[in-house]
């Protein structure tokens, strides 16, 4: 900005300033542009890139579409053509790594200076009057939007006729009112949504019996197995199996029963088990079914806890009932409320039962790998974390939630929270390992969110956890061998007593023999003595005599 002044000739006026802008103008203008939606997608790409009607897991499905793939005249081709491109691409990965993260470590240690923890998103009440047992939960397989939880009272004899039968699925952002309520012909003691299908969803009931649901058809159950080839007792679980159909599963119950069902044919199980452990099919000696565990990996074998704190492992392929009954493990004192294999080592599992949580190795019968201690309270239910090896879970009857890392510290859990003030009877974790569901014994389904380090897998966290199930399958197979030497030993020495105590027995007789004749050399020896006593009485007395003749003379 400049100053100009002007000089005026005007009579009897003074000067003045005028001020002049001689800057360029600007002015400003805006423009709409055209806007444009990014969205980020990605491809879970596990093996082969498969069409969805081909499943990756069978392999004569896979078999069959290779063949069908290769005898087309223009596989070879096009696999010569792409040749070139992927040499290309692989020769750029190989000079650069586009996906490398420069900050991995630094991220891992502000993980780990996380304290766990855990907050309570959402509690979901059964709105009956009569309050019963939140049994079983089950996560909705797509989204894990929604929970599904049964309700039945366990305690004999305590149902009343007021008390309703009905089970409802829950939408986890509405506690107020349940999306759906199931309605059973009997109160559901387990549930299970169909992971190939969503809308279907299967339960066991107290009475024994088998329904299934489909949810677009409503509250109504779409079939119910008949009582006559159900259950005896209450189904305490129930798994779907992998197939084709993906409409297979199978029950457990406290009769001593394991039977499998095809949900197209209700009427009767396909397959029936009777877990008698003398391997005779008889029921009168079953022992009864509290828990399943399932393993997708392994086709053929399937585990069962029991009642009576026994672990059954089964082969369902074996060509006689006795044969599928392998073996069995023992270690609790009371029914096994929970039994899983672990995700990521399936040969290691985890129990649950009486007052502690155990993990067990495969290849040892004797006794359990590692233990918790011994709690005040209960133990009612566990399962292991989905995302993390090392990190199960457990909750008790003094309605508190426990978190273990035997990575972090194996005497006490890593978190402790008490979520009621009513023992708790169930949990689910969700498949992504954050959200956790917790059923107590009033039926306050509650659902907490744990904190990120608790569901984030850690460094090397694998092969710690290996090396940890490797040292103590170790340790426990050189402490059985040390027992089993132990044992024999003792058997070799009461033996030995055995042929002692014989001998003993036949030394007796003899030393019987010498004590007679001990008796009869005593008597003997008496008798002469008594014999020599008389005769110097009767030569003393002779000699009185003598002396006394002879004292009447001498006067």
Not at 356 to 381: C, F, G, N, P, V
Not at 424 to 452: H, K, P, Y
Request: aromatic fraction near 10%; charge should be negative; glycine fraction near 4%.
């Amino acid at each position: 900005m400049e100053i100009v002044y002007v000089y005026t000739k005007k009579r009897n006026k003074d000067p003045c300033d005028v001020s002049i802008q001689c800057t360029q103008e600007m002015s400003e203008h805006e423009v709409n542009t055209e806007s444009f939606e990014y969205e980020t997608c990605g491809i879970n790409h596990v093996e082969g890139g498969w069409p969805k009607d081909v499943n990756p897991q069978e392999m004569e499905q896979t078999i069959r579409y290779r063949k069908k793939v290769e005898k087309d005249e223009n596989y070879v081709n096009t696999i010569m053509q792409l040749g070139s491109h992927m040499e290309h691409c692989i020769r750029q990965n190989n000079a650069i790594d586009i996906y490398q993260e420069y900050f991995e470590e630094e991220e891992v240690a502000e993980e780990m200076d996380e304290q766990p923890s855990a907050k309570t998103i959402n509690v979901f009440r059964d709105p009956n009057e009569i309050k019963r047992t939140a049994t079983s939960l089950s996560w909705h397989p797509d989204g894990n939007r929604k929970l599904a939880v049964a309700y039945s009272s366990l305690v004999f004899q305590k149902a009343t006729k007021d008390m309703s039968y009905d089970s409802y699925i829950w939408d986890i952002e509405n506690p107020n009112k349940p999306e759906m309520t199931l309605k059973p012909v009997s109160p559901l003691v387990c549930l299970e949504y169909n992971p190939k299908d969503s809308h279907i969803l299967v339960a066991g009931s107290y009475n024994g019996q088998i329904t299934y649901w489909d949810t677009r058809k409503g509250s109504q159950p779409v079939e119910t197995s008949t009582i006559e080839h159900s259950h005896r007792d209450p189904v305490y679980k129930v798994i779907w199996l992998q197939s084709k159909t993906g409409t297979d599963f199978f029950s457990a119950s406290t009769d001593g029963q394991v039977l499998w069902w095809d949900i197209r044919k209700m009427s009767e199980p396909t397959e029936r088990l009777v877990l008698d452990p003398s391997k005779k099919g008889s029921l009168d000696n079953a022992l009864g079914a509290i828990s399943l565990e399932f393993e997708t990996t392994m086709p053929t074998k399937f585990m069962v806890g029991t009642e009576q704190g026994l672990v059954v492992s089964c082969n369902r392929k074996a060509k006689t009932p006795a044969e599928k009954i392998v073996c069995t493990y023992s270690g609790h004192h009371g029914p096994i409320y929970a039994l899983q294999r672990n995700p990521f080592f399936p040969k290691n599992f985890l129990t649950v039962a009486d007052w502690t949580a155990r993990i067990w190795s495969e290849d040892i019968r004797e006794s359990s790998i590692m233990w918790t201690k011994y709690h005040m309270a209960y133990l009612s239910d566990g399962c292991w974390s989905p995302v993390r090896p090392s990190v199960f879970f457990t909750v008790k009857m003094d309605g508190t939630l426990d978190v273990w890392d035997f990575l972090f510290k194996q005497n006490d859990p890593t978190l402790s929270l008490k979520v009621c003030d009513e023992a708790l009877s169930s949990m689910r974790v969700q498949d992504n390992g954050r959200f956790l569901g917790c059923g107590s014994q009033l039926g306050t389904a509650t659902l907490l969110e744990i904190s990120s380090g608790l569901c984030t897998l850690q460094k090397n966290e694998k092969a710690l956890a290996t090396a940890m199930f490797e040292r103590e399958t170790k340790r426990e197979k050189i402490l059985e061998a040390r027992h089993r030497e132990m044992r024999l030993k003792e058997r070799s020495r009461s033996e030995q007593s055995k042929e002692d105590e014989t001998k003993e027995g036949e030394g007796e007789e003899s030393v019987e023999e010498l004590v007679a004749h001990a008796e009869r050399e005593f008597f003997e020896i008496v008798e002469a003595e008594m014999k020599k006593w008389v005769k110097d009485e009767k030569q003393k007395q002779d000699l009185e005599k003598e002396k006394g003749v002879c004292e009447e003379k001498e006067p």
